[in-house]
């Protein structure tokens, strides 16, 4: 079992960058795949971005590719996800999530969940 708390949200403004990262309790952080999820007010949680648990592969959703990056440090049991260039469209509540098996790149049900982070972009 795995706990995740993400923090780093907050306000910028359009073209900016923020660094979100994700922070897991227990000692088999390694042995996880995760990923980011955002939710925007009145949509459905997309699945934006997931990592590999040696965090030799990545996978991002077209409306992030070339602007975030996902990345782990298993020493430090955090996950990240830099942020650049952003968009009023990227205005959500960012989840950090994990889950033991299945692909970095298709995230449909992850077991665990953090709390969320929010993170809002003005024009």
């Known amino acids: 079992q795995v706990q995740l708390v993400e923090s780093g949200g907050g306000w910028v403004q359009a073209g900016g960058s923020l660094r979100l990262s994700c922070t897991a309790s227990?000692?088999?952080?390694?042995?996880?795949?995760l990923g980011w999820f955002r939710q925007a007010p009145g949509k459905e949680r997309d699945f934006i971005a997931g990592?590999?648990?040696?965090?030799?592969?990545?996978y991002y959703a077209e409306s992030v590719k070339g602007r975030f990056t996902i990345s782990r440090d298993n020493a430090k049991n955090t996950a990240y996800l830099q942020m650049n260039s952003l968009k009023p469209e990227d205005t959500a509540v960012y989840y950090c999530?994990?889950?033991?098996?299945?692909?970095?790149?298709?995230?449909?049900?992850?077991?665990?969940w953090g709390q969320g982070t929010q993170v809002t972009v003005s024009s």
């Open positions: 227990g000692r088999t952080f390694s042995s996880y795949i």
């Open positions: 990592i590999t648990r040696s965090g030799g592969s990545t």
């Open positions: 999530a994990a889950q033991a098996s299945g692909s970095y790149y298709y995230m449909r049900e992850p077991k665990y």
